[in-house]
């Protein structure tokens, strides 16, 4: 038996007992007399003991030539500690070694395995399974595994069950590229894995299945983001015989269940905005409301004077920073540079001071009067002592830049707690959306969201103006799921992939399989998913993902450690009918 207890267990009540523990060596002090070894395992570290009085000679040379990170496997008495440590469970007690054995050596590791590392990422990422043995990273994976394990709770609670469904597929289309993998069998032929299981788990509501969830891998070849995964985890969720309410109500009860039992901290019910509110509020469809600075749209009242800068804008819109008044001349050249960035792309700001006694100093003076100016305050629901940023320009522009002006002063005076949570749904998406590199129109969630029923007829007379039955859930301003209700019959499914784009031919060589199943007594159904990798990370309170995975791709969507992707053999390449470059 390699232990009889864990290196996290014992404490004063186990006094006099013999015991066996096995670990790694953390750290080990040698006095002369006395040579202590701290002893790790998952679950914590135990202090053993080899004092030159009460330890046999060759044990006390053996402790001597433990280096860190061996592999030992202790036996001895628990004994109380001369000087206790009261930081860790196992403070009060120490192990006086009676037999040691070197169950296995170790390297010196290439960086330090304490909480705060002397390595760097690239360093941690190629030693992984070294950064795992450092608590702040087994602690996120422990942490994981509690969400993951809330989640399959409260769900099966609800009645849903969890089905599996396969990886070598054929493309679903969520708007990015497919990963494919080369058939043996079936030469020139691929697979693709799934960028989610959306086809799945509309089948299974077609077979009845009523409530399904996974927690489950996608694949996306997408241009990496920082802290994106070319692979990660969706808690993938559909319902039979729902409308978009009882989608909401049922996932809104799962957001609180997991924001109950992991963070303690109880929600009044999630505020719901439509995409457009979300889009004029905040220039955002995945506003963080832990802050207010809210947009104010200065078209009526900033319009046709005679700045001309504004009347040739679309869009005229402002921000009030909270206590922003106090701003040297100098911070504000600095933030007008920062939205200047070719990141952000405005082309300049104006902004007003609003004084302490009412009065208002602007960057547009010349142009404006102190009425005109209390206006905008007023639109802005400034107050005094604050600064109003204002940007000006095409709509769609000028709100992502307002937007991440907006996230950037949150940022920097500390509104955006980490503590806190302020869940929210957006709903009434559009349908379709234009994209300038086609010229045409794609599915803004993917295509087999059902339109509003009563807008369908506007397909065809204006197609940008239909909205879905779909919805985001967002958290601190992360979109932390997303779904819709489906279409479920032939005809609209049809149409949809005709608005699209594709000719007949080939909604049915990609979807026929889907389009037949809808003939086959279809219930009405509808889903979400939900980003399981994001999610735990601002549960965990933090803004990367990458921590929270155990083993991360970096952000060329490379695995250092074994250092995937990686060539393949000729013969390989010959059994698959493949050539290379
Ligand atoms: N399949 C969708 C996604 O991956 C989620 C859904 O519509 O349920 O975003």
Same mark, same amino acid.
């Given at each position: 038996m390699y232990r009889t207890h864990h290196c996290g267990e014992l404490n004063?009540?186990?006094?006099n007992q013999t015991v066996t523990l096995s670990g790694w060596v953390h750290k080990s002090r040698d006095k002369g007399f006395v040579a202590w070894v701290d002893l790790r395992d998952r679950y914590g570290i135990t202090q053993l003991v080899f004092d030159?009085? !009460? $330890?046999?000679k060759n044990l006390m040379e053996s402790a001597r030539g433990l280096g860190r990170e061996f592999v030992i496997q202790v036996t001895g008495t628990v004994i109380e500690r001369a000087s206790k440590n009261p930081?860790?469970?196992?403070?009060e007690i120490e192990i006086l070694a009676t037999a040691l054995t070197v169950l296995n050596t170790a390297k010196?590791?290439?960086? $330090?395995?304490?909480?705060?590392?002397?390595?760097g990422e690239e360093l941690r990422m190629k030693y992984r399974y070294l950064d795992l043995r450092r608590n702040p990273v087994k602690n996120k994976l422990i942490f994981r595994h509690k969400v993951v394990q809330e989640v399959r709770n409260y769900l099966s609670s609800k009645e849903f069950i969890e089905v599996e469904t396969p990886y070598l597929i054929k493309s679903t289309p969520e708007g990015a590229r497919d990963f494919v993998v080369p058939s043996r069998m079936n030469e020139g032929q691929f697979y693709a894995l799934p960028q989610s299981p959306q086809t799945f788990k509309q089948l299974l509501m077609v077979g009845g299945m009523d409530k399904y969830f996974q927690i489950v891998k996608c694949f996306r070849d997408e241009d *990496?983001? #920082?802290? !994106?995964?070319?692979e990660f985890t969706q808690i993938d969720c559909e319902m039979a015989f729902v409308e978009q309410e009882d989608i909401l109500n049922a996932f809104e009860g799962l957001t609180r269940h997991l924001l109950k039992t992991i963070k303690g901290v109880e929600v009044d019910a999630f505020p719901r905005i439509s995409y457009d509110e979300a889009m004029r509020t905040?220039? %955002?469809?995945?506003?963080?409301?832990?802050?207010g600075m809210k947009f104010g749209e200065l078209n009526a009242i900033a319009?046709?004077?005679?700045f001309n800068v504004f009347n040739k804008a679309a869009l005229v819109v402002g921000i009030a920073v909270p206590g922003?008044?106090?701003?040297?001349r100098k911070d504000i050249d600095k933030l007008i540079d920062w939205v200047k960035r070719p990141q952000i792309g405005a082309l300049g700001m104006v902004y007003v001071r609003c004084n302490e006694d009412g009065s208002y100093k602007s960057s547009v003076d010349k142009f404006y009067d102190q009425d005109d100016l209390a206006k905008w305050a007023k639109a802005t629901n400034a107050k005094a002592g604050d600064l109003i940023c204002v940007l000006s320009g095409k709509t769609n522009e000028v709100r992502a830049q307002l937007s991440a002006l907006r996230m950037e002063l949150a940022g920097r005076l500390n *509104? !955006?707690?980490?503590k806190e949570f302020a869940p929210l749904w957006v709903t009434d998406f559009p349908l379709l959306e234009w994209d300038e590199d086609t010229q045409s129109y794609h599915a803004m969630h993917h295509p087999f969201t059902a339109p509003k029923s009563e807008q369908i007829? *506007? *397909?065809?007379?204006?197609? #940008?103006a239909v909205k879905a039955d779909a919805y985001d859930l967002v958290l601190n301003g992360n979109e932390i799921g997303g779904g819709s209700i489906r279409i479920h019959d032939k005809t609209t499914q049809a149409l949809m992939f005709r608005h699209l784009g594709f000719t007949e031919e080939e909604s049915k060589s990609q979807f026929g399989f889907l389009m037949n199943a809808f003939?086959?007594?279809?219930?009405p159904h509808g889903g979400i998913a939900f980003g399981l990798d994001r999610l735990v990370a601002i549960l965990g309170g933090q803004e990367t993902i990458r921590d929270f995975i155990a083993f991360p791709k970096n %952000?060329?969507?490379?695995d250092v450690m074994i250092d995937a992707p990686a060539p393949i053999d000729k013969a390989q390449l010959d059994e698959l009918g493949l050539k290379t470059k």
């Amino acid at each position: 038996m390699y232990r009889t207890h864990h290196c996290g267990e014992l404490n004063a009540s186990h006094i006099n007992q013999t015991v066996t523990l096995s670990g790694w060596v953390h750290k080990s002090r040698d006095k002369g007399f006395v040579a202590w070894v701290d002893l790790r395992d998952r679950y914590g570290i135990t202090q053993l003991v080899f004092d030159a009085d !009460r $330890t046999d000679k060759n044990l006390m040379e053996s402790a001597r030539g433990l280096g860190r990170e061996f592999v030992i496997q202790v036996t001895g008495t628990v004994i109380e500690r001369a000087s206790k440590n009261p930081n860790i469970p196992t403070g009060e007690i120490e192990i006086l070694a009676t037999a040691l054995t070197v169950l296995n050596t170790a390297k010196v590791p290439p960086f $330090t395995i304490e909480d705060e590392t002397d390595g760097g990422e690239e360093l941690r990422m190629k030693y992984r399974y070294l950064d795992l043995r450092r608590n702040p990273v087994k602690n996120k994976l422990i942490f994981r595994h509690k969400v993951v394990q809330e989640v399959r709770n409260y769900l099966s609670s609800k009645e849903f069950i969890e089905v599996e469904t396969p990886y070598l597929i054929k493309s679903t289309p969520e708007g990015a590229r497919d990963f494919v993998v080369p058939s043996r069998m079936n030469e020139g032929q691929f697979y693709a894995l799934p960028q989610s299981p959306q086809t799945f788990k509309q089948l299974l509501m077609v077979g009845g299945m009523d409530k399904y969830f996974q927690i489950v891998k996608c694949f996306r070849d997408e241009d *990496l983001r #920082a802290d !994106r995964q070319p692979e990660f985890t969706q808690i993938d969720c559909e319902m039979a015989f729902v409308e978009q309410e009882d989608i909401l109500n049922a996932f809104e009860g799962l957001t609180r269940h997991l924001l109950k039992t992991i963070k303690g901290v109880e929600v009044d019910a999630f505020p719901r905005i439509s995409y457009d509110e979300a889009m004029r509020t905040y220039g %955002n469809d995945k506003p963080d409301i832990r802050f207010g600075m809210k947009f104010g749209e200065l078209n009526a009242i900033a319009q046709h004077k005679d700045f001309n800068v504004f009347n040739k804008a679309a869009l005229v819109v402002g921000i009030a920073v909270p206590g922003g008044n106090k701003y040297s001349r100098k911070d504000i050249d600095k933030l007008i540079d920062w939205v200047k960035r070719p990141q952000i792309g405005a082309l300049g700001m104006v902004y007003v001071r609003c004084n302490e006694d009412g009065s208002y100093k602007s960057s547009v003076d010349k142009f404006y009067d102190q009425d005109d100016l209390a206006k905008w305050a007023k639109a802005t629901n400034a107050k005094a002592g604050d600064l109003i940023c204002v940007l000006s320009g095409k709509t769609n522009e000028v709100r992502a830049q307002l937007s991440a002006l907006r996230m950037e002063l949150a940022g920097r005076l500390n *509104l !955006r707690n980490p503590k806190e949570f302020a869940p929210l749904w957006v709903t009434d998406f559009p349908l379709l959306e234009w994209d300038e590199d086609t010229q045409s129109y794609h599915a803004m969630h993917h295509p087999f969201t059902a339109p509003k029923s009563e807008q369908i007829s *506007l *397909l065809n007379s204006d197609p #940008a103006a239909v909205k879905a039955d779909a919805y985001d859930l967002v958290l601190n301003g992360n979109e932390i799921g997303g779904g819709s209700i489906r279409i479920h019959d032939k005809t609209t499914q049809a149409l949809m992939f005709r608005h699209l784009g594709f000719t007949e031919e080939e909604s049915k060589s990609q979807f026929g399989f889907l389009m037949n199943a809808f003939e086959y007594g279809a219930p009405p159904h509808g889903g979400i998913a939900f980003g399981l990798d994001r999610l735990v990370a601002i549960l965990g309170g933090q803004e990367t993902i990458r921590d929270f995975i155990a083993f991360p791709k970096n %952000n060329s969507g490379r695995d250092v450690m074994i250092d995937a992707p990686a060539p393949i053999d000729k013969a390989q390449l010959d059994e698959l009918g493949l050539k290379t470059k």
